[in-house]
Antibody
């Protein structure tokens, strides 16, 4: 059974870089595309971007200048880096599987990890 | 930037039919997907490709599409259906993926 587990620091200081890891189990990360999504407290979902194991990526235009998504096939993990964070980046961050690139959606999600940006 | 528009809230009594709409200019070209999210939980897909119901999703959930609007219909609403519902799709090029603002379904 496929599972996704997000991990990383729960607290990040303003202007620093947020770094999260998503560990995928039960399936090879090389088989699918993978995406990151976030949800600020009490607000809606925001798509951050996606990646294929080859390194091909696509990012939300609103975050493109600050975000990097990467994969480590040896560890079956994907990572998210978001630079120059502010309080507006406080959110629950989810990783999710994209079952078919041409269908543009996420079918299996991790439970999410909460990141707070504060000094 | 591309946007999907949903009503902030919908309220229905148990057993009634709830309809949640989602509007976007690219919906005639791109499929829409619907997610259910309960407090403290990750979203779950309840409708894919406008109207397909994934395995394990109750038959009372259905989806439809007409022009620039897609609709999630929950027939015979149950108390357990109280949740936030999000539509999701992509812009006409498929490059920019977007969620609607979400609709809070309240079962009275």
């Amino acid at each position: 059974q496929m599972q996704l587990h997000e991990s990383g620091p729960g607290l990040v200081k303003p202007s620093e870089t947020l770094s999260l890891t998503c560990t995928v189990s039960g399936v090879s990360i090389s088989t699918y595309y993978w995406s990151w999504i976030r949800q600020p407290p009490g607000k809606g979902l925001e798509w951050i971007g996606y990646i294929y194991y080859s390194g091909s990526t696509n990012y939300s235009p609103s975050l493109k200048s600050r975000v990097t998504i990467s994969v480590d096939t040896s560890k079956n993990q994907l990572s998210l880096r978001l630079s120059s964070v502010t309080a507006a980046d406080t959110a629950v961050y989810y990783c999710a599987r994209v079952p078919d690139y041409v269908l543009y959606y996420m079918d299996v999600w991790g439970k999410g990890t909460t990141v707070t940006v504060s000094s | 930037s591309y946007e999907l528009t949903q009503p902030p809230s919908v309220s229905v009594s148990p057993g009634e039919t709830a309809r949640i709409t989602c509007s976007g200019d690219a919906l005639p070209k791109q499929y829409a997907y619907w997610y259910q999210q309960k407090p403290g939980q990750a979203p779950v897909v309840v409708i894919s490709k406008d109207s397909e119901r994934p395995s394990g999703i109750p038959e009372r959930f259905s989806g439809s599409s007409s022009g620039t609007t897609v609709t999630l219909t929950i027939s015979g609403v149950q108390a357990e259906d109280e949740a936030d519902y999000y539509c999701q799709s992509a812009d006409s090029s498929g490059s920019y993926w977007v969620f609607g603002g979400g609709t809070k379904l309240t079962v009275l």
